[in-house]
């Protein structure tokens, strides 16, 4: 039994250990530079870093899009946040900083980086402004990753240049009918000779507003029940395409949110994305990375709330001492501080996993659920710690308390995930 | 003028941090406090990199002096558009004592070995403010110097340079090759966007000491002693003119 247990572990271990070589291998492989900053920032013969270990590309980035975050958007938030409106020149600089074709190579004038900078550029941003934030993780993890992973060579050409230029995308797969149930959807595209009639209406898109191109997932054959849903790329000037106005919401306010229409669009049939009849493939596929990228929304969400509490709360005096430290005080700021990096290191360890190509969904379920939770916590905490102030508008935290809700419902609902996750361990205890 | 740029940059404590003294009264804490590229050097580099755009000039080439952290600087500066990078090694206990004379001891020794046409540095450093480095290096290599610049343009082989001085501002006009220090309103400098950031990976960044320039930096300053500046007192509010002037007495202000 003994024998038996250590020869487990002994095997475990081993592939614990190969595939992170081979993750790092593949870093190297990305850059045509060695990254040697990750083993001089240990003691030499380290081999498994912490969670919290960046390459040095990784720490610029993220230094460089703190600093913009800080000094280009943080100003207008709350303006983008009363009027509902996403700024114009906000939505240029995310361009001009590279921040909206991360993982595009540079020939298609990307960054050419990689998922795990995706990551934490989204953290930073949704650290400023959730909204933001939102726009360029659906860019990056959905609309970018769905044209790279499937576009034929005429489609990339086509659009990933503007995808990382000048050109916002939208994913549309919910309608009105059919949310969690995402299958069902109705939306019909019928086949004539060598293009498509697509009918039908799509709800709750993100970025529709500004999108220039949309990827509609339509069913073909409803006969086939899912095995019909197929993704059609649909410019935005197509005759048929009717964009409504946009969702008066709690929060995320200035990310546009609209109802759309398909009116018989006409849709070339080289206009299909991948394969027909595979477009719900595509859809799981893309949403459990998009899961990561919404993990690290919310996970900065809760971290730029904090930052900006904590601060207050060694400040306000009560009682002749700051209330932090209050014993009471202390130990719900611990619990929240905890809990926010507990949600850090599952959301950084779904996105190395992804990375190095390993199984990532029950982990990246996990990250999404988990910090959408703590999101939730923490903002909650946070207008409590605030006091009256944080019940106001003049400061930044019922924001963050009213943008933290979504996480818990979009991009697959909690429920989805746990039971989600649940299957994956059914599967566990199989053998 | 088609030449090579030498831009200088300094790794300081980040502007936003709250300096500490140590507890020893020997010098401020550094350890684990962020640090980023001085500020007016931030905008030398932006200089430089405008230069080149406008094909003024062929090459910026950006100039670090200290440890292995000074490379992260360094890499700031290719990110913002610098070609290449020369890390010069100073550690320990020779960096504690690095001054602006020994910097420019090391500049001038660079501007000859690259021979650069002209050398853009910070006015000073926000750490030391001691706005000196520049100077030096001018004197050094006996070229002329443009200080304070608030507005660089070249013309032909002379460059014009308005300088921002107490009374208003100086304009004057001094020959290439030559030394100029970026004050706050030359330019805005850029972000570095992701895609220059993974450009700036491939470019090279060269190592050297400062005994391969054949320099001996030695300090000829001994720091005694690091102290905060005194907590501001409480002031006292007075009801009447008269309680004022007898308040000022009593201090023997009056």
Redesign the interface.
Known sequence: MAALLVRLFSKSCRQISRPWAACQAGWRSRSTTPAPDMASDHPAGLVFPPLQTYSEEESMMREAVKKYAQERIAPVVSKMDENSAMDEEVLKSLFEQGLMGIEIEPEYNGTGSTFFSSILVIEELAKVDPSVAVLCDIQNTLINTLFVKLGTAAQKEQYLSRLSTDMIGSFCLSEAESGSDAFSLKTRAEKHKDYYIINGSKMWISNAEHAGVFLVMANVDPSAGYRGITCFIVDRDTEGLEICKKENKLGLRASSTCPLNFDNVKVPEKNILGQVGHGYKYAIGMLNEGRIGIAAQMLGLAQGCFDHTIPYTRQRVQFGKRIFDFQGMQHQIAHVATQIEAGRLLTYNAARLKEAGRPFIKEACMAKYFTAEVATLTTSKCIEWMGGVGFTKDYPIEKYYRDCKIGTIYEGTTNVQLSTIAKFIDKEYDH | MSGRVLVGVKRVIDYAVKIRVKPDNSSVVTDGVKH?MNPFCEIAVEEAVKMKEKKLIKEVVAVSCGP?QAQ?TI??AL?MGADRGIHVEVTGKDYETLGPLQISKIMAALAKKEEAQLIILGKQAIDDDCNQTGQMTAALLDWPQGTFASEVSLEGDKIKVVREVDGGLETIKINVPAVITADLRLNTPR????????K???KKIANMKPADLGVDITSRLEVLRVDEPPQRQAGVKVETVEDLVSKLKEAGLV
């Not at chain 2, 972000?191 to 993974?198: D, K, S, V």
């Open positions: 980023s292995q992260e890499r700031t990110a972000y570095a966007t992701l895609p220059n950031i993974m700036a990976k491939k």
